[in-house]
């Protein structure tokens, strides 16, 4: 059975005009996956950035907390054992009953 030329014709101007509303849809699908696309790559960028961000502040803290430390254990003054042994051995003044 063969379709008629006329027919044919017709059916090949219809789909040109179908097909150019299939790229448009083709296209708007196109451009909202890159936009989501797009959010989401910044997205975590942003939140890769400020985990960056709190790690170096925590680290920051964390040395300055760990140098206060150090100063409460290191005096600022210099002893030797001469000094200790000018007071003499030490002994309890009474004795709990």
Do not use: H
């Not at 400020?50 to 920051?60: A, P, V």
């Amino acid at each position: 059975m063969r379709l008629p030329r006329a027919f044919l014709e017709n059916r090949c101007i219809n789909s040109r005009v179908e097909g150019g509303g299939i790229l448009v849809e083709v296209l708007i699908t196109l451009m909202l996956f890159t936009s989501t696309s797009a959010y989401l790559l910044n997205s975590k960028i942003g939140a890769l950035v400020l985990w960056e961000t709190i790690l170096d502040t925590q680290i920051n803290q964390t040395t300055v907390i760990n140098l206060r430390r150090t100063d409460y254990i290191n005096d600022n003054v210099d002893q030797q054992w001469s000094d200790i042994a000018v007071f003499g051995t030490p002994s309890l003044l009474s004795t709990p009953p």
